[in-house]
């Protein structure tokens, strides 16, 4: 199943509730896992991003809306990134030759 890499930032309204961050992660790994979402780990950071969150999903689309869905209640902005397994790079590198 394909890797994400989802690197998050709070809005201001994301930051105002911080004190229910751990819960709003569990609540959201809770609902997107009838889409076949599964979080790996959950990292609060400090830097560039607030948090930043592994996961395997079926599909980009798959990704893509359980985000939508997640940014559209005004907490977080995100970036998302495929990641490849060193077994799915070889594949890529066998294509690339």
């Known amino acids: ?4 890499i989802i690197l998050m930032n709070w809005t201001d309204q994301g930051v105002k509730s911080f004190r229910d961050s751990v819960d709003r992660s569990e609540a ?4 997107l896992s009838p889409a076949g979402i599964t979080f790996k ?3 609060w950071t400090v830097g ?3 948090l930043i969150a592994t996961l395997e999903a079926p ?3 798959t990704v893509a809306a359980a985000l939508l869905t997640l940014a559209a209640q005004g907490n977080l902005r995100t970036t998302t ?5 060193a077994s799915e790079m070889r ?3 066998a294509k690339a030759t």
């Open 1 to 4: 199943m394909p890797s994400y």
């Open 28 to 31: 959201a790994e809770v609902a």
């Open 41 to 43: 780990d959950v990292y």
């Open 48 to 50: 560039a991003h607030d």
């Open 59 to 61: 599909d980009e689309e």
């Open 81 to 85: 990134l495929r990641a490849f397994t």
């Open 91 to 93: 594949g890529v590198i």
